[in-house]
């Protein structure tokens, strides 16, 4: 029997970066002697708080009831009342410019789907090292992924094609900032060349100094007179900023006219969130005792394991935002991934993984990033056996 062909442009997906490390450590055994520490995965390990958990097991008959895509009035009031304290704005309108999504993973893909042309040539740019759901989109869309290597200038790029632009910021994995010189810059090109910017802020919130909040795209453009927020929409989520992964709640929100194109095609998608999370997403969004508690808690690992770490030859830094560190490796990444698995039973994940060749290099290659998500013990613990095996190097 003839089997049907399925979509070709599947088979340009790459392989996740979870997978190429089971691949990686495949027929090895790591020290029985040492306990497991797994660094390589960005969930948040702290607790859920009560006040989250509360409120959905108060709104549990809302599973009785069909969820409208657009969400309930209560969350985006919630949703656009945390933007304007978080980010000094002026106004954002509930109704038109916020949108709540199941997660800023599933947004950043679907909003692709809807913002590109592809029979236009299109071109999609996304940073490098970058979340692979950036690329995965651009290509289930017809478009082709142009890369933007850490540290290059945007004039570097050629920017003719591009209909939509990926930022991250704070970075995943490097935890830099785009600071407002730079989304000035950026703001221009949009001008110029008419694209999107989808501006992933996942990480946000997580921060070490509470006298320097990352600076986002929406309050760049309040500062820059771009309160109309024209081509410009943001994705943020509860997961990191209140521990919640597992509920999948975020949003989406900006330029008016983007968003009821992308409510459309939501609706046809099927991607409503139910009753019950909605109005633990509402809790969570009212209230900043626990995110800053959060904060407090990854500030203090961050205090106690850079010290340890400059007793070696590896190269981290603070980083502006976001609970990882982006260390530079003496050795070849996958291979300093390897050997620490087998040898000190710690799992982090290797940084070519995370990034593609652009520009003729990997950007990647030769770091590995460690999340900070396991309890402060267990990222001591791991710390100290990196310093021993990078003193064996």
Known sequence: ??????????????????????ALLAGTTPNPALRAIDLSIGEPKHPTPSLVKEALAASLDGLSVYPRTAGLPELRAAIAGWAKRRYALEALDPESQV????????????FA????????????VCPNPFYQIYEGAALLAGAEPLFLNDGMRFDALDWSG?????????????????DLEGWRELFALSDRHGFVIASDECYSEIYCDERKP????????????????????????LS??????????????????????????????????????????????????????????????YAAVLPLLEKTSLRAEQPEGGFYLWIRTPIDD????????????????????????A???????????????????????????????????
């Open 359 to 393: 520009h003729a290099l990997n950007p990647g290659r030769n770091h590995v990033r460690i999340a900070l998500v396991a309890p402060q013990g267990e990222c001591v613990e791991a710390a100290g056996r990196l310093v021993q095996f990078a003193n064996t190097l």
């Open 99 to 110: 949108l709540p999504v199941n997660g800023s993973r599933e947004a950043l893909f679907s």
């Open 240 to 301: 990191k900023r209140s521990n919640a992964p597992g509920m999948r709640s975020g949003f989406v929100a900006g330029d008016a006219a983007l968003l009821k194109s992308y409510l459309l095609y939501r609706t046809y998608h099927g991607s409503a969130m139910s009753h019950s999370v909605q109005r633990a997403s509402i809790a969570a969004w009212n209230d900043e005792a626990h995110v800053r508690e959060n904060r407090r808690l990854y500030a203090a690992k």
């Open 1 to 22: 029997m003839e089997i049907r062909r399925l979509n070709p442009r599947l088979g340009k997906l790459q392989i996740y970066p979870f997978e190429r490390l089971r």
């Open 162 to 178: 591009v209909q939509l632009c990926y930022a991250c910021s704070p970075g995943n994995p490097t935890g830099r900032v785009l």
């Open 334 to 357: 996958a291979e300093f991934a390897r050997r620490l698995h087998e040898q000190y039973n710690v799992l982090v994940l290797p940084g070519s993984y995370l990034a593609r060749e």
């Open 214 to 237: 990352p600076l986002g795209a929406l309050d760049a453009a309040r500062r820059l007179g771009r309160g109309d927020f024209r081509r410009l929409v943001v994705f943020s989520s």
């Open 113 to 124: 789907q809807t913002v590109i042309d592809p029979g236009a040539a299109a071109r999609v």
